[in-house]
């Protein structure tokens, strides 16, 4: 690898296709003859890109994938220092976008190295723009929790949340998300489920969470991108400390530990969670101190 010594080289983070070849920025193919070094999350995935654009690579191709992300990153460091042009691609999509890249690009700028990009396609932005959600304001979450019980608490953590959302999701994994989607948001809340896209078999399943659910119980198959409606003005400002603590009672009675229920009314009210917990606090108190009729916490 030739290399300009005593000059730092420069980082480029590449889009690639996240279905349609066809979709390839037109910049790639050239970073990728040109490069000194192609960091590519999966080689055998970037030789059949390759293939398709009809171009050969002439730098060095190591991988960078999550396995041995942290290990090879000052070895790509080393090579910039060096003067030389990484280019870091991924399987589909952005680079840091739920995909390996935000250590290299936090070590490269530590280093005062030139980190650009080759903007591309992109799943969390082609799901939105189809979703027929609203688009004004949204926030990415990636991939939720595998086990059961975290998955929850993060769909809890967010519950309140008025952006709509974006999640990425294992295609065997969907139906128990959307059922856990729609037993926290709520089983009316607007969605859509974006499928293979770009791809041959591309679709969008839109509606409420409860029938989406149903319908992913069937099964589905593919590369799946999750847009979910933002919550609705709860009107907090209404909420006392009463029906907080009601509200906390009735997810204790349903079987939550109640740091989990005070978490979840906190979310959906649009309240920090300290507030709601100072309410029940005071209520427990009152309870012990008078009589409770009724509205304390035991």
Known sequence: MDVVTGTTGTLVLAGTPIGDVADAPPRLAAELETADVVAAEDTRRLRRLTQALGIHTTGRVVSYFEGNETARTPELVEALLGGARVLLVTDAGMPSVSDPGYRLVAAAVEKDIKVTAVPGPSAVLTALALSALPVDRFCFEGFLPRKAGERLGKLREVAGE?????????????????????????????????????????????????????????????????????????????????????????REEAGERRKEAIAAVAAAAGLPKREVFDAVVAAKNAARTGPAEGKGLS
Do not use: N
């Not at 974006?166 to 989607?181: G, I, K, S, W």
């Open 162 to 250: 008025r952006r709509t959302m974006v999640f990425f999701e294992a295609p065997h994994r969907l139906d128990d998300t959307l059922a856990a989607m729609a037993e926290v948001f709520g089983a009316d809340r607007r969605a859509a489920v974006c499928r293979e896209l770009t791809k041959t078999y591309e679709e969008v399943k839109r509606g409420p969470l409860g029938e989406l659910a149903v319908w992913a119980a069937e099964g589905v198959r593919g590369e799946i991108t999750v847009v979910v409606e933002g919550a609705a003005d709860s009107g907090a400002e209404e909420l006392d400390a009463e029906e907080l603590v009601r509200r906390v009672q009735v």
